[in-house]
Structures are given as structure tokens and as C-alpha cells.
């Protein structure tokens, strides 16, 4: 179950929910990600028929089935009655993809925070835990993705931001998301030939390497050019990205500069990827 701050979703959000009760017109859905009303165990929301699919649905049943646990984008609320109005057929896949990727981070940043409770010489609540640390660092991110990478690469001045949280409660939530969050990155591979027959055809190539390095302003972990010399003329370029077409895009970047440089100083370039 993931917490969130607030009872209710707000009208357009897209939630994750699991089917409790079906009917002829209706589809109850809990939602234990939100509080709802006090009386509630959890928010209950209803997707009418209308609502499953874009097609026209014989039996309510041939779609979803009791205890699955579906996307759903939410159209209408009214708080003080408990409301909640959701649709299925209002999801695309991609959206759904999109939930599913982030209610597993959502628990992931969950098991952080439960993890600090459970440390040992640490006495803190998972309700002072949120308040102090969960809650004033999701503000800052629109997804939980974005909370829990962003808490691995630059967990020192995130934290370093944050207001009267003790020193060693501070320390001891940096080790637990060192030790627990690894970012996925994606990798794109090569040899770059790099020529100069000139006179000072050495330091020329050096000076490009020092200029394709500088391609990444700011590198870190997760965003990164690396090259390391294999034997002349050859380098091996490695670019490391938590994006696919970002890594793309330094890499074109990368070629540019090898032949804006390359075509001044009369020297060639080839790059051959893996």
C-alpha cells in the first residue's frame, strides 16, 4: 500500500485501485493508497459501465474480475460524501504503464522511510518519517521515480535542504538509499578512431579528448562520457544515460564536436559502435 498525503485523489489523476464487487452497472473498487472518509478503511470509488470500455460491454464480468488490481483515471469527487467516480476505458496504455512503473517506486520510497523506523538506535514514527523527510522531499518531484533516483544521485543537498532534521537521522537515511536504490541506466558503446598526421598530431587529439570530455558539463553516475585509450588510434567511448534518447543525443553531440575539431586542426574521426 502506498501512502499519500491527502484522503481523497484529486479529479484527473490517474490511481491504481483493485476491484472488490461487481455488478450489473457497476464496478466497486477499493482504493487502500488513500485514507477516504474516517468511517472508511480506505477510499472506495465506482466505475459505472459506461465508464469500462470504449465498446459496448454485454457482461461486466468478460473485463475485470473480483480482487484485480487495475489503473483508473478518476473523474469525478466529492469528499464530504465519500464519492469517487473513476473510469477504465479513459486509460491508455501508456498511462498505464506509466502507474504501474510508478506505484512501484511509490512503494519502494515507502520501504525507505519504514526502513529508517526500523533502525537500530533511531527512534522515530513512520507519521514523523513522512512529515520530516517523505513528504518535503516528494513535494519537490512530480513522480516518486524522480524522489527516489534523484535521493540516490544527490541525496547530500536534498537533505542538506531540508529543515530540523537531527544529524544522525539524516545520516542514517542517506546509508539506507545508498544501500537499497540503484538507478537502471542504459549504455551506448564504441571505438572512436581519432587520426592527425600533422606535426603536433599528438597534442591535437589531445586537445580533442579534452574537448569530447567536456560534452557532459556536470557527469555523474548516472550520466556520463567516459573514453579509455585501447591502442593507437584507438579510444574506447563509453556514454552512460538513465535514458535511452538522452544517451542518443550525447552521443550526437559527441560526434559534432569531434567534427567541428577534427575538420579545423586537419585530422579524421570514425566512430564504430558495438
Not at 104 to 131: H, P, R, V, W
Not at 133 to 153: H, R
Not at 211 to 226: F, G, H, S, Y
Request: net charge negative.
Amino acid at each position: 500500500m502506498v501512502k499519500n498525503r491527502h484522503p481523497f485523489p484529486r479529479e484527473g489523476a490517474f490511481i491504481m485501485g483493485r476491484v472488490v464487487d461487481l455488478q450489473n452497472q457497476y464496478i466497486y473498487v477499493d482504493l487502500p493508497d488513500y485514507d477516504g472518509l474516517p468511517s472508511e478503511e480506505c477510499a472506495r470509488g465506482m466505475i459505472h459501465i459506461s465508464e469500462v470500455s470504449s465498446r459496448w460491454v454485454k457482461n461486466i464480468r468478460s473485463v475485470v474480475r473480483i480482487n484485480q488490481r487495475i489503473v483508473l483515471r478518476v473523474v469525478k469527487v466529492v469528499p464530504d460524501k465519500g464519492q469517487i467516480d473513476l473510469s477504465l476505458r479513459r486509460v491508455n496504455s501508456a498511462q498505464k504503464a506509466l502507474i504501474v512503473k510508478e506505484h512501484k517506486y511509490a512503494n519502494k520510497y515507502e520501504n525507505l522511510l519504514q526502513f529508517l523506523t526500523e533502525t537500530e538506535g533511531i527512534d522515530i514514527s513512520m507519521t514523523e518519517a513522512y512529515k520530516l523527510i517523505g513528504w518535503p522531499i516528494k513535494e519537490q518531484f512530480d513522480f516518486y521515480q524522480e524522489a527516489v533516483e534523484a535521493l540516490k544521485e544527490e541525496g547530500e543537498e536534498i537533505m542538506d535542504d531540508l529543515e530540523n532534521i537531527p544529524e544522525d537521522i539524516k545520516r542514517a537515511f542517506l546509508k539506507i538509499v545508498d544501500e537499497n536504490v540503484e538507478v537502471s541506466t542504459v549504455s551506448i558503446i564504441g571505438k572512436l578512431k581519432l587520426v592527425n598526421t600533422s606535426g603536433d598530431g599528438i597534442d591535437k587529439n589531445k586537445d580533442t579528448l579534452n574537448e569530447v570530455m567536456n560534452v557532459i558539463e556536470a557527469p555523474m553516475e548516472t550520466r556520463k562520457l567516459t573514453l579509455s585509450y585501447i591502442g593507437a588510434p584507438f579510444y574506447r567511448l563509453e556514454i552512460v544515460s538513465k535514458d535511452y534518447l538522452d544517451a542518443e543525443n550525447i552521443l550526437s553531440n559527441t560526434l559534432e564536436v569531434l567534427e567541428n575539431i577534427t575538420s579545423q586542426n586537419n585530422g579524421k574521426f570514425e566512430f564504430i559502435r558495438d
